[in-house]
């Protein structure tokens, strides 16, 4: 079964970081370029990061840059998104999402989300 | 960077259409037949619905169809069903291999 699982996320300060993980598993992991997508409370999707197949290219928007950092590691399967200077806006659910490869533009696989808190 | 524009809510009654719209700039939406559409239920996985503006990933009914004309896009559900109640949102390449969704519409089945 294709799949993609997040986890790391929990309850964090103000500055604080976390990191979260996703672990792939069913499909080709390292031909995929890969993407985090958050969804704060009552709030929309949001796009967070791009990860190219080998690692080397990263985008994000404006509200994360310099301080959310994504990587990736083919051998283990797994993507990564190093959140520092936390603020209570980053409070959100955060989705891992495979760039389809098949279906231009789409986001077409899913993890279910893990829930990041900022509060004091 | 700005988020695309949705309506906030759509309904229909059951066998009705209905159509959400997703209002973009220049810069994504009108630059590029790269929007998709995703639908989601709370607590779940978003679940891409179609791809390139019209085309339906397989497995996707369809009851949903895609359109654009310049800066905006739009979705339409044919024949509504009680399983369609959800909430949509669009998203745009905006170039430089950065994304932007929409808003989102929550779509009720009266």
């Known amino acids: 079964e294709v799949q993609l699982v997040e986890s790391g996320g929990g309850l964090v300060q103000p500055g604080g970081s976390l990191r979260l993980s996703c672990a792939a598993s069913?499909?080709?992991?390292?031909?995929?370029?890969m993407n985090w997508v958050r969804q704060a409370p009552g709030k929309g999707l949001e796009w967070v990061s791009y990860?190219?197949?080998?690692?080397?290219?990263?985008y994000y928007p404006d509200s994360v840059k310099g301080r959310f950092t994504v990587s990736r590691d083919n051998a283990k399967n797994s993507l990564y998104l190093q959140m520092n200077s936390l603020r209570d806006e980053d409070t959100a659910v955060y989705f891992c999402a495979r760039l389809s490869g098949t279906y231009g533009g789409g986001f077409d696989i899913w993890g279910q989300g893990s829930m990041v808190t900022v509060s004091s | 960077q700005s988020a695309l524009t949705q309506p906030a809510s759509v309904s229909g009654s059951p066998g009705q259409s209905i159509t959400i719209s997703c209002t973009g700039t220049?810069?994504?939406?009108?630059?590029?037949?790269?929007v998709s559409w995703y639908q989601h239920h709370p607590g779940k996985a978003p679940k891409l619905m179609i791809y390139?503006?019209?085309k339906w990933p397989s497995g996707v009914s369809n009851r949903f169809s895609g359109s654009k004309s310049g800066n905006t896009a739009s979705l339409t559900i044919s024949g509504l069903q009680a399983e369609d109640e959800a909430t949509y949102y669009c998203c745009s390449y905006a170039g430089g291999n950065t994304y932007v969704f929409g808003t989102g519409t929550e779509v009720s089945v009266l």
């Open positions: 390139e503006v019209s």
């Open positions: 069913g499909f080709s992991f390292s031909n995929y370029v």
């Open positions: 990860i190219s197949i080998s690692g080397s290219t990263k």
């Open positions: 220049s810069s994504d939406v009108g630059s590029y037949n790269l």
